[in-house]
């Protein structure tokens, strides 16, 4: 667009002839002399006339002589101060003069006299200083124009355009919501309300703000932004610090910088907040950032006050309404922390419904988006949200939304002018006045967070690939080739499960396996099953055990869903899922008709484990998307190469429980459950008690929603089973931003050993991996960055993880693997595994391929992983699969004094599996250890059913407690832990494991 002067150009004055004819020149100096003459007359006349100064500044700016314009004008304005066009066109002049401050001043005089007419050309002056691209004077020009005439939108459209380039999001949000109410909108007006970032990505624009006034560095706000999805704090905070010297008052820059110095460098915090102006008071991302640095540093009574300030100021802020659920809850306010993770789960529902919109058959979409939007008091975005249906769907007379659409209008009228209706919040005034402000001065940082010095780095901890020599030759085959246009399914790869199918004491392998097009054909490779000899070598026994699984397979997993000693396997497909009864002689037979199996949605990963505490394991189905469009569907990125698509274009499958009715046969579950949730697309599954109430949860990784954490409700042993999503309630939804991420893996493991499962979350690339910790309420938080996890796991792409004591110390260590889904630009497509060594203070430090050796630097497209200790040698090893190479058989070779603790539990009132049962062992010194037995294991895979609890260099260990899922409890004393032992339900001793059976 140009920038130049779009007026009509002066003609040029014609150039004097050289025969101009002598006997006319006494004739030119006589006019001359008499136009001269009237020039100096009008010049020198001490009063001349309204209408002679307006031709004079007019002709001053048709020759494009702005400072005589502005001089002549600012004469008139002082002879006729109430001279409207005199205003009008000092306004001009000035702006064309690049005269910001003058331009204003005089519309402002303008305004007074004509309001209407003032408000037009302000709009127009501050299009021109757009067009120029200085911004300071185009905000401030339009905003006089929205004063003088509150009605017309073109101000607050233009303006929600500066503010989207440059990053400010809640100036953006404040004109989007006057345009709804000026009915001057657009559906993707009312998509990014609802977007977690509603600024748009546009640096050439921003290059040419930076140019065109070099003193203006709002334009490096997005830069600063740029560099925090980089995972680059220090650059972020540098330009972040330029934008609010030239500027303190710019609180988007401000509540950025503050929640950097609570996240990332506390000691930085105090001195930051000391500094802020008083009109930063009145931003309520300002009250988050002093919220979040003062829960972490162990003060959640000011932090409640300050999350109030937060949400009375901004009561749609979806990560301030999570913190304040949980952190009420830690305070024992159950009831009211739950009202406000609740409204936080309507808002991440608005979110996730908006970010869909755009997709075949969104107007689905519109009838719930209404719904959450209403019930959060978002009363104005409901409307337009109606008015959108209206236009789309085009109701017949009598549809119910009409009604509705009126409905809301009045009561959006009644609400007022604010987005939020008022008294939308939880709690009254007197409740919080309860709660302190903070006092600063008596305040102090607690140490960073961020990454664990390497001293804790263990240089004994070595892994050895062994598959190749033991015999494991499994290669995982797909549709086409990784690297261009393949489909989204393709991307998942697929599990290993580990079970001793022929119960001879050692662990053997099932691989889950894809197949070529057609995927309609009943030939085509089968799942894989291959016997341990003896911590030698494996061997494939596929065809003599009766397996013949050719569907395209992807998760897997081992249980005795019959209670007859010999596991079971089964397997989750891309369509009709499979169940493969172990005979007991070594062989399978599949039985999925007879046990009613109908399941045929994208299953990815599943477990087997009892729910209803009535001693039969049900099963337990993660399921992705349904319908055909994810297998035929091509999506292209902004060079038209073909890559795979969003999971959110294809429509999330409900999950299913197949409960088990003790003849064999299974009742599959979706709604009946509690399992009829909203958009979830599950990739991870565990399954344990997270409450401590002796039922079996489930916890599921969703991609890109919200994760589900589905508290068993089930009231008596053998009763109807019944879930409820707790997963806001208990903070494992989002992560500590208030973002929903694409969830895949899951480990678990007492990490800060208060006796509760911690949870850490595979992500994609750039996102982080997640580490929820268990605090007290029965809440979670996200301490990613306290761990020392969150810089080593944000570029690459996380799937298979499991805590693994790999040294025995009683510290878990922790194994990713990674591998991307495309080949993306500048983002690796091979990635090499991670293994974090853990420390004593729930923190955990990278150990480099430099240290680890080989093993850590091979680039792979690894996905499943699944833990076991295949030469029972006493130090757990892991298989993980790819989707290209052979698999992995990681063997254990760490060298130390170090001893664990290995029990195998067989329940006998309980399931024989005893998914849920926990373990607590104390060690000579006291200390104590506490483990619990999982099901599902994370990602499409399934464990060696073995607790292993590093004791260190004890031999012995104090006492053992079994607390088995029957509420029976077993307890043993002074038990040596050379051996592996059987731990049978209601036996007073411990069987010593034979692996010789």
Request: aromatic share 8%.
């Amino acid at each position: 667009m140009s920038t130049s002067d779009d007026r009509p150009k002066p003609v040029p004055l014609a150039t004097r002839s050289h025969n101009t004819r002598p006997w006319l020149l006494p004739l030119l100096i006589v006019i001359g002399i008499a136009g001269a003459t009237a020039v100096a007359f009008k010049v020198f006349n001490a009063n001349p006339t309204a209408d002679e100064l307006l031709e004079q500044s007019q002709t001053a700016l048709d020759q494009r002589d702005y400072a005589q314009a502005v001089s002549t004008l600012e004469r008139a304005v002082e002879q006729y101060p109430d001279l409207k066009e005199a205003w009008a066109l000092l306004a001009d002049a000035s702006a064309r003069g690049g005269d910001a401050s003058r331009s204003l001043t005089a519309l402002e005089q303008l305004v007074r006299l004509d309001p209407a007419r003032a408000s037009s050309l302000a709009v127009q002056l501050g299009r021109n200083w757009m067009t120029r691209n200085l911004i300071r004077p185009a905000i401030n020009t339009l905003r006089l124009a929205s004063v003088a005439n509150p009605k017309v939108p073109e101000p607050d459209r233009y303006l929600a355009q500066i503010f989207a380039v440059t990053g400010h999001r809640a100036e953006v949000v404040e004109c989007l919501v006057r345009l709804i109410q000026k009915n001057a909108f657009t559906q993707d007006d009312l998509v990014v309300l609802s977007s977690v970032n509603p600024t748009v990505d546009d640096s050439g624009r921003l290059e040419l703000m930076l140019k065109a006034d070099p003193n203006e560095k709002s334009p490096l706000l997005p830069q600063a932004m740029h560099e925090l999805d980089r995972n680059r704090v220090s650059e972020a905070e540098q330009y972040l610090l330029e934008v609010v010297k030239a500027d303190p008052g710019d609180n988007e820059a401000q509540s950025i910088l503050g929640e950097i110095y609570a996240d990332f460098a506390p000691e930085k915090f105090l001195a930051w907040n000391a500094q802020l102006p008083s009109t930063s008071e009145n931003d309520g991302r300002i009250w988050l950032a002093r919220a979040k640095w003062l829960n972490l540093n162990g003060k959640p009574d000011p932090a409640i006050r300050c999350l109030h300030e937060a949400l009375v100021r901004e009561p749609e802020n979806l990560s301030a309404n999570m913190l304040m659920g949980q952190v009420l809850k830690s305070r024992g306010l159950a009831e009211l922390g739950t009202s406000y993770t609740e409204r936080a789960r309507s808002l991440q529902r608005i979110t996730d419904l908006s970010s869909r919109m755009g997709e075949p058959q969104s107007h689905l979409l519109i009838e719930p988006m209404i719904s959450e939007l209403a019930a959060t008091g978002r009363l104005w975005e409901a409307w337009g949200w109606a008015d959108v249906y209206e236009r789309r769907v085009r109701p017949a007379p009598g549809d119910p939304m009409l009604a509705r659409k009126k409905d809301l209008a009045a009561q959006a009228a009644l609400a007022g002018s604010t987005r939020t209706k008022p008294g939308s919040l939880a709690g009254d005034k007197s409740e919080w006045l309860k709660y302190p402000l903070p006092d600063w001065t008596q305040s102090a940082a607690s140490p960073a967070g961020g990454e664990p010095t390497r001293e804790g780095e263990s240089t004994e901890i070595r892994f050895v690939d062994q598959a190749e020599l033991a015999g494991l030759d499994f290669r995982y085959i797909n549709t086409s080739a990784q690297e261009s246009g393949h489909k989204i399914y393709e991307t998942m790869g697929a599990g290993v499960a580990v079970l001793d199918f022929d119960q001879d004491g050692w662990p053997d392998l099932y691989f889950a396996q894809g197949k070529p097009l057609p995927l309609s054909s009943a030939t085509g490779p089968s799942d894989a099953l291959y016997r341990n000899h003896r911590g030698e070598r494996f061997e494939s026994v596929t065809v003599p055990a009766g397996i013949d699984e050719t569907s395209y397979s992807q998760g897997v997993t081992v249980g005795d869903y019959n209670n007859d000693g010999f596991p079971d396997i089964y397997v989750a497909n891309l369509g009709r899922n499979k169940l493969f009864c172990n005979c007991g002689d070594g062989t399978f037979r599949d039985v999925t008709d007879e046990a009613g199996i109908q399941q045929s949605a994208w299953t990815v990963s599943c477990a087997i484990a009892d729910l209803n505490g009535d001693g039969l394991p049900e099963i337990f189905d993660v399921n992705y998307c349904e319908g055909q469009d994810f297998l035929t569907a091509t999506c292209y990125d902004e060079f038209r190469r073909p890559v795979v698509c969003r999971p959110t274009m294809f429509n999330a499958a409900l999950d299913t429980v197949a409960v088990n009715l003790g003849d064999g046969r299974f009742q599959e579950l979706q709604a009946e459950a509690g399992l009829d949730l909203p958009l979830g697309m599950g990739l991870g599954l565990v399954i344990g008690d997270f409450n401590d109430d002796h039922r079996p949860d489930v916890f599921i990784a969703n991609d890109m929603t919200a994760n589900f954490l589905l508290i068993n409700q089930t009231e008596q042993a053998g009763g109807a089973l019944r879930f409820v999503d707790e997963a806001f309630l208990r903070g494992v939804a989002l992560d500590a931003n208030g973002l929903a991420q694409a969830c895949m893996g899951i480990a678990t493991w007492d990490v800060n050993r208060d006796g509760k499962l911690d949870l850490f979350i595979t992500n994609f690339a750039r996102e982080s991996n997640t580490l929820y910790l268990s605090q007290a309420g029965d809440v979670y938080e996200d301490q990613t960055q306290r761990a020392g996890l969150r810089k080593p796991t944000f570029e690459p792409l996380g799937f298979g993880t499991q805590f693994i004591d790999a040294d025995r110390d009683g510290r878990p260590e922790l194994v990713v693997m990674n591998g991307h889904i495309d080949e993306f630009l500048n983002e690796p497509f091979r990635m090499k595994a991670q293994i974090f060594h853990g420390l004593d203070d729930a923190r955990f430090v990278e150990i480099s391929d430099q240290v680890g050796g080989e093993f850590w630097r091979d680039e792979r497209l690894a996905r499943g992983l699944a833990l076991i200790d295949w030469n029972r040698d006493g130090l757990t090893d892991f298989v993980a699969t790819d989707l290209e190479k052979p698999v992995l058989l990681a063997t254990n070779a760490t060298e130390n004094q170090c001893h664990s603790l290995c029990l195998k539990l067989i329940g006998t009132q309980s399931s024989r599996d005893a998914i849920g049962a926990k373990i607590r062992v104390v060690l000579q010194n006291g200390e104590e250890r506490i483990a619990q037995l999982t099901g599902g294991d994370g990602y499409e895979s399934c464990s060696e059913r073995v607790v292993s609890i590093g004791v260190s260099r004890d031999e012995r260990v104090n006492k053992i407690e079994v607390q088995w899922p029957s509420g029976h409890k077993d307890v043993f004393e002074n038990v040596a832990v050379a051996a592996k032992w059987l731990a049978i339900e209601s036996r007073s001793t411990l069987v010593e494991f034979n692996s010789d059976r």
